[in-house]
């Protein structure tokens, strides 16, 4: 991206993570892969979590708006440690933060037209409410599909697993004259 390289530890990107949806939430922060709680630190999750936070990374190297903004610029180009501290208290005491970060936005010289201004707007008032109500429809969904999984669903899924553990205690008394599913699909 900007061929500095920089040593960032899990914290950092954490750090990182609450300062974006602070300042920007109406835009949606990709989650951090999880930090482990305790225990030994094992070479998969490291490389595992390794992976996720590079592919962090490459998605807020994308991003329009994200990609610009001070705070992750000085989490990507911040080498020295006593400017990477100042620059981590300057991003806590930014007062542009949530809906005041519009205050940040530059009106364009130009003149619009009222015509398509008002179409725009439209278009956004449409495209919210639909999101609205669609939302709103894949919660109530997901609400129904719980209390099903959690009801008949759950007694029908215990009774296929119960059937399937007696098939398999009836196979296991007979071991000897099993058929293996090879034979059973050849030619």
């Known amino acids: 991206f900007n061929n500095i390289q920089v040593s960032r530890r899990y914290k950092h990107f954490d750090w990182l993570h609450e300062r974006l949806q602070e300042k920007f939430t109406l835009i949606p922060i990709p989650p951090l892969p999880d930090k482990q709680i305790s225990g030994r630190y094992d070479e998969q999750l490291i490389e595992r979590r390794r992976v996720q ?25 911040c080498t020295d440690e006593k400017r990477w501290k100042a620059g981590k208290r300057q991003a806590e005491r930014d007062n542009l933060l949530g809906l005041n970060y519009c205050i940040s936005l530059v009106v364009p010289e130009k003149a619009l037209l009222q015509s398509q201004v008002d179409h725009i707007t439209e278009q956004c008032h449409t495209f919210i409410n639909s999101m609205d109500t669609s939302v709103k429809a894949v919660t109530s969904m997901c609400v129904v599909q719980t209390k099903r999984f959690q009801g ?36």
């Open 152 to 187: 008949p669903y759950k007694t029908d899924c215990q009774k296929v697993g119960e059937a399937f553990y007696s098939l398999g205690n009836a196979l296991s008394l007979d071991e000897g004259s099993i058929v293996s599913t090879s034979k059973l699909t050849s030619v």
């Open 53 to 77: 936070l590079q592919e962090f990374v490459d998605w807020m190297c994308k991003h329009p708006v994200l990609s610009k903004c001070e705070v992750w610029q000085h989490f990507l180009t």
